[in-house]
C-alpha cells in the first residue's frame, strides 16, 4: 500500500467519525479549557484560508470543495483546533463547525497605527465588536485574539501606559459585545516582559531560533517554562505559531529558514514536545499552506523564508495548488494521536506518578511501565483522556515506557519513553538563580546581572559552565556573554544600559546532568530602562531650536581635511560642502556612495568649529535630502573624548527633504570607534561634531544631502 493510500484511507476515518454535533459548552478550570465537561488540550494549526499561490487571504472567495478537503486532512492529521489572523467568514465558521473544529478567532489592526490615530483606533474597535457579536452564534469559539504580534518598538515609543490604555479598551469592547467572550492579545516572545493579565488566556507566538533567550540561555523549553511561569500559571497557557520554515534562503539547521525537510518535521516535534513539557495547555503549528503573498508577488514563490512554512507545500507553479503533504504533516498525524501530559520530561514527582494521554478516537488502548517492570493498563478517563498512576518508585532517575494500541490501518502502535525523577521537586535537581541589583534603571546606569548555581541541598556549585544573555526588546540588539561559576557559585557580569527607553530580558542557562539524563537549568529576569518617551522628543523637536552646523562656514578646502574612510571594504566614498541641494542657508553637506558589495560602509566626520553645551537639551533635528537608494544611513555625535554615540539606521527609500528627530539621552555607543583612552560615557554637554555612516543595502549609488543640524530643548 503507497503512503497516499493509507492517506486516502485516514481521511475516510477521520470524516467518519466526525460527530453531528459542535461542543456547546466551553469553560475554564483549573488553568484548562474544559469542553463539555472534559479537559481540552490544543492541538492547534495556523489555517489561513486563501494563502496560497495567487491568493492573498483579505481577498478571498469562499471554497467550500477546498475548505472539506483541507478539514478532512486537518482531521486526519489529528489537530483539532484551527487559529486564523484575519477572522473567518460567517460561511467558513459554519463548515468549521460542522466538522467539529474548534476555532481560535483572529481580528488584526495595526497597534502603531492604534496608538498615534484616534480615527483609525475608533474603526479598529468598531470591527472587533463585530467579530465578536458574529462569532456569539458559533459555540465552537475557544477564544478571540486581537491583533498579532504588536511590535515592542511600536510599544515602547508610544509608552507602556498608552500600550495598556489600549488594551483596556479593546477588551472591553469585546466584553461589551458578548459578556461571555474569552480573548487575549496573539504576542511574539519578544513582548514577553508586557502584562498579561487583562487577558483570559496567554497565547504567545514562539519560535526555537529567536531571540537569544531562546536559542542559548533557556533553551526553547525553559523559555515556554518561564512564560508559563510568569504569565500563565492560573489560566490556559497556548503557543501561538511555532513552526520552522524550508525556504531556499536561511541558515537552515532549525534556524529562520533554510531547513531540510528532515529539519522542519524535527524541529517542530522537538517544540511541540517542549511545549508539552513545559506544562502548557497547547500550541498551533504554523502553517497550514505555503504563504506566497507573505513577502512579494503571491504569483511568484519567493526565496524568502516567510514564504515556505507550510505544512502542505506549493513548491512552484507546477504543484498542486491546494498543496501537498511534507513529512512535518505525516510527523504530526502519528504524534497527534497520543499526547502524554504527565509525567514530563525531567520533572520531580514527590508522590504517586501520574500518567495522563490525551487521545484521539483512533486509539483503542495504552499501557505504560516503570523500567523493566509489568506493563499496567490506563484507564479510559473521559472520551479523550486516559490514564493511571504508578506508585513512587524510590529516589532517583527513572523512566516510564508509554504503548498506545491504534485502529488506524498503517498506525497499530505508538511507544514513547518519559525519564522523570522520584523525590522532593524542591530539592531533585541543582538550581540556577539569577537577579540584578535593581529593577528599574536611567538612561546611563551599569546593571549588574548575577548567577548563582547551587548544589539540590543548597551548597555553592563551582565550576559551571553558564550562558548569560542580554535581549533589549526595543532595538533588538542582544548579547551572549559566557562564564564560569566560582568557589561560592556565582558568575557575574555588569551590562552598562545607554539605549532608548525599553525592557531587557536577562537570560541564564547552564547544561548538566542528573541520574545520567541531560537538561538545562535556567532562569530570567526582566528589567525596564527609563529615559524621554519617544513622543516628547518629537514634541521637544517641534520648537524652532538651535542650529548648531549647517554646513555654511568651512570651505572646500576645510571639508577635504576632514577624515573621510571606508570601513568594510568594496566602496567608494566622498564628502564636501554643496550649494546646490540645500534646506536651509546657502550649504549643505553631500555625501556620495558607490558600494561594490552589500553591507559595505562609507565614513566620514565633521567636527565642529567650537565644542557644544547640549546639556539642557532634549533631540537634535538633522534634514536629510533622500534619492529613494535605499541605501541606509546612520547619524553620529561624537563628544569630547572622540567617542560616538548614535541612534538608529535610516533607510533613505524616501527622495526630496525629510527631517530625522532622535533623543540627546537615548544614544547607544559605537563599538566601532576606535577609542580606548574614553570615559565610555557619553558627554552631551561636550559635543565635539558628528559622524555620517552609509551602510550598502545593495550595489547601487547613492547621494544624499546633510543640513540643518539643531538642538532642541
Keep these: 500500500m503507497t503512503r497516499h493510500s493509507k492517506l486516502a484511507i485516514a481521511l475516510g476515518t477521520a470524516f467518519s467519525a466526525i460527530a453531528a454535533a459542535a461542543p456547546t459548552t466551553i469553560e475554564v478550570k483549573d488553568g484548562w479549557f474544559v469542553v463539555n465537561g472534559e479537559q481540552f488540550f490544543v492541538r492547534g494549526l495556523g489555517y489561513c484560508i486563501g494563502g496560497g499561490r495567487w491568493g492573498f487571504p483579505r481577498q478571498r472567495t469562499f471554497n467550500r470543495e477546498l475548505m472539506e ?89 508610544a509608552g507602556i501606559d498608552a500600550y495598556e490604555k489600549a488594551c483596556r479598551e479593546m477588551r472591553a469592547v469585546a466584553r461589551r459585545a458578548d459578556p461571555e467572550a474569552r480573548v487575549c492579545f496573539s504576542h511574539m516572545s519578544a513582548n514577553e516582559l508586557l502584562d498579561q493579565s487583562p487577558w483570559d488566556v496567554t497565547f504567545l507566538n514562539s519560535y526555537v531560533y529567536v531571540p537569544n533567550t531562546v536559542t542559548h540561555s533557556l533553551k526553547y523549553r525553559g523559555h515556554i517554562e518561564w512564560l ?29 529558514g533554510g531547513n531540510t525537510l528532515a529539519e522542519q518535521r524535527d524541529g517542530c516535534l522537538h517544540m511541540y514536545q517542549s511545549i508539552i513539557d513545559a506544562g502548557a495547555q497547547g500550541g498551533c503549528l504554523f502553517h497550514w499552506r ?14 524568502h523564508p516567510e514564504e515556505w512554512y507550510g505544512i502542505l507545500a506549493i513548491e512552484d507553479e507546477k504543484s498542486d495548488p491546494r498543496g501537498t503533504p511534507r513529512p512535518v504533516y505525516h510527523a504530526f498525524r502519528e504524534y497527534n494521536q497520543v499526547i502524554v501530559t504527565e509525567p514530563r520530561q525531567m520533572v520531580a514527582y514527590a508522590s504517586a506518578i501520574p500518567v495522563r ?31 493511571t498512576d504508578l506508585a513512587q518508585p524510590g529516589k532517583g532517575t527513572h523512566r516510564v515506557e508509554i504503548e498506545a494500541r491504534l485502529s488506524l490501518a498503517d498506525i497499530k502502535q505508538i511507544r514513547r519513553t518519559i525519564d522523570f525523577v522520584a523525590g522532593n521537586p524542591k530539592k531533585a535537581f541543582p538550581t540556577l538563580a539569577l537577579t ?18 547551587t548544589k539540590p541541598d543548597g551548597t555553592p556549585l563551582a565550576g559551571v559552565p553558564i550562558v548569560l544573555t542580554y535581549q533589549s526588546h526595543y532595538s533588538g540588539e542582544a548579547r551572549t556573554l ?32 542528573t541520574g545520567g539524563v541531560a537538561h538545562n537549568l535556567w532562569d530570567a529576569k526582566g528589567i525596564e530602562v527609563t529615559g524621554v518617551p519617544q513622543g516628547d522628543i518629537v514634541k521637544a523637536a517641534a520648537g524652532k531650536g538651535r542650529l548648531i552646523e549647517g554646513f555654511e562656514s568651512a570651505t572646500k578646502d576645510a571639508f577635504l581635511t576632514t577624515r573621510g574612510r571606508v570601513l568594510g571594504g568594496a566602496a567608494s566614498y566622498t564628502a564636501e560642502r554643496d550649494n546646490t541641494t540645500t534646506k536651509e542657508g546657502k550649504a549643505s553637506l553631500k555625501l556620495h556612495f558607490e558600494p561594490q558589495a552589500r553591507g559595505s560602509w562609507g565614513y566620514t566626520e565633521i567636527f565642529l568649529e567650537q565644542v557644544q553645551d547640549i546639556s539642557g537639551d532634549r533631540a537634535i533635528s538633522v534634514w536629510v535630502h533622500g534619492d529613494g537608494s535605499g541605501q541606509h544611513i546612520k547619524i553620529l555625535l ?4 572622540r567617542e560616538r554615540w548614535h541612534d538608529e539606521e535610516i533607510p533613505v527609500a524616501f527622495k526630496g527633504w525629510k527631517r530625522i528627530v532622535f533623543g540627546v539621552k537615548g544614544l547607544a555607543r559605537d563599538p566601532f570607534d576606535g577609542v580606548t583612552n574614553g570615559d565610555s560615557r557619553p558627554n552631551p554637554d561636550k559635543l565635539a561634531g558628528f559622524a555620517f555612516a552609509m551602510r550598502a543595502n545593495h550595489n547601487k549609488p547613492a547621494t544624499i544631502f546633510v543640513d540643518g543640524v539643531t538642538a532642541h530643548p
Design 638 to 641: 561624537i563628544d569630547e573624548d
Design 436 to 453: 540584578t541589583d535593581k529593577e528599574t534603571y536611567a538612561y546611563g546606569d551599569t546593571a549588574l546581572a548575577r548567577v548563582r548555581a
Design 228 to 256: 508559563k511561569k510568569r504569565h500563565g500559571a492560573h489560566k490556559p497557557f497556548v503557543i501561538g505559531e511555532f513552526g520552522l520554515s524550508v525556504s531556499p534562503d536561511g541558515p537552515g539547521k532549525m534556524g529562520y
Design 357 to 387: 494521554a490525551f487521545v484521539t478516537e483512533n486509539v483503542t488502548g495504552v499501557r505504560c511501565r516503570l523500567g523493566d517492570g509489568p506493563w499496567v493498563e490506563l484507564v479510559k478517563q473521559s472520551p479523550s483522556w486516559w490514564g
Design 290 to 303: 505555503d504563504g506566497w503573498f507573505k513577502f512579494d508577488d503571491s504569483a511568484v514563490h519567493s526565496r
Design 69 to 157: 478537503r483541507d478539514i478532512a486532512m486537518i482531521r486526519a492529521a489529528g489537530f483539532n483546533t484551527v487559529r486564523c489572523w484575519d477572522e473567518y467568514t460567517v460561511e467558513e465558521l459554519k463548515v468549521l463547525r460542522e466538522h467539529g473544529l474548534m476555532v481560535i478567532l483572529g481580528s488584526w489592526f495595526s497597534m502603531e497605527r492604534y496608538l498615534i490615530d484616534p480615527l483609525y483606533a475608533k474603526q479598529a474597535q468598531e470591527n472587533l465588536a463585530k467579530v465578536v457579536k458574529v462569532a456569539k452564534d458559533f459555540d465552537n469559539i475557544l477564544f478571540h485574539t486581537i491583533t498579532n504580534e504588536p511590535h515592542m518598538k511600536e510599544v515602547l515609543s
Design 482 to 513: 559566557r562564564g564560569t561559576t566560582d568557589a561560592e557559585g556565582t558568575f557575574a557580569k555588569p551590562f552598562p544600559l545607554y539605549m532608548k527607553p525599553t525592557l531587557i530580558t536577562f537570560g541564564a542557562g547552564a547544561e548538566v546532568r
